[in-house]
């Protein structure tokens, strides 16, 4: 039998993968999966670029405001709730599409990869806790380099995690390319100072329009400073100004640093595919190739 069709845009973030997958479930019977770490998170909208009801321009988005930010949320929840996502839009007659920035939630879904579930090593984390982020970074890098790739290095809890994980399974299973579903794949890039710039705008125009005070109200709602460490830059960043500990231009400046970091690892993750069609979502001719592209996978 054939097997379903599916969409995924990817890319670096800041790219404007949301609203092209937005453009083109419009145009093709769409509905849209988030493939995004952070944005399963309830109360994180701004700090995490999350699309709003409007920008959805009434297209059904999903995995979104899945779970509290008080608990975890793993790659084999994702596939779980993806797959069952996936399953019910094809059943509307529907083309699912993939959008994201998380390269572990996409290449899960795509190849059709199931994380075995590795439990605590409370003993091993112990004594990884005495270490830098440093020092965690280039244990991973040992144990497992293709992993080290994507991770955010400054992201303590993540580092141990991955490293228990590397040294539990010998490292991450190897992706198998073969999937339940037919897919393709377009990724949006850009020019690394238009990107840069985009970076900053996009931080500072979350900031104006209030994040900050979603990161105090996560705060007061009981989310401790150190688990805001672990949920990425802005919060990170922005707990740390909120505690007095930085000016208001090195927290805008850390982040904007550290996002283009990430935005590198990302771009590497990604360009491991070579079946990916490359775009540049700003130039018209890009586009309507790649709408050409989506017009013939769905034939």
């Not at 040992?142 to 400054?154: F, H, P, Q, Y």
């Not at 141990?160 to 390319?177: D, F, Q, S």
């Not at 900050?212 to 007061?220: A, F, P, R, V, W």
């Not at 960043?237 to 982040?255: C, D, F, R, V």
Request: aromatic share 8%.
């Amino acid at each position: 039998m054939e097997k379903p069709k599916i969409i995924v845009i990817l890319g670096q973030t800041s790219t404007g993968k949301s609203d092209f997958a937005v453009e083109i479930a419009q145009k093709y019977n769409s509905e849209i999966i988030s493939a995004d770490s952070r944005q399963v998170y309830k109360g994180m909208d701004l700090g995490t670029g999350k699309i709003t009801k409007k920008e959805m321009c009434g297209v059904p988005h999903y995995l979104l405001d899945v779970v509290s930010p008080l608990k975890t949320f793993s790659v084999s929840d994702f596939k779980k709730l993806a797959d069952k996502k996936i399953e019910e839009i094809l059943k509307k007659q529907k083309v699912p599409i993939i959008c994201g920035g998380t390269g572990f939630y996409i290449d899960t879904i795509i190849n059709g990869t199931v994380y075995p579930e590795v439990i605590p090593d409370k003993e091993l984390r112990v004594k990884l806790s005495l270490k830098t982020t440093t020092q965690l970074f280039d244990i991973l890098k040992k144990l497992d380099s293709e992993r080290a790739e994507s991770i955010d290095k400054n992201n303590t809890v993540r580092l141990i995690r991955a490293i228990e994980i590397a040294k539990t399974l010998g490292k991450v299973p190897k992706m198998e390319i073969n999937s339940n579903y037919n897919v393709l794949k377009i990724g949006l890039t850009l020019p690394s100072e238009i990107l840069k710039e985009r970076i900053r705008n996009r931080l500072l125009s979350r900031i104006k329009k209030g994040m900050l005070n979603e990161i105090k109200k996560l705060h007061d709602m009981g989310l401790t400073w150190k688990r805001m460490n672990e949920l990425g830059l802005e919060y990170r960043y922005g707990a740390l100004y909120l505690q007095g500990k930085s000016t208001k231009e090195e927290m805008i400046e850390k982040i904007c640093t550290e996002t283009w970091h990430y935005a590198k690892r990302q771009n590497t993750w990604f360009k491991r595919d070579k079946n990916t069609i490359w775009i540049n979502p700003t130039n018209k001719i890009d586009k309507d190739e790649a709408f050409k592209e989506i017009s013939n996978f769905l034939k």
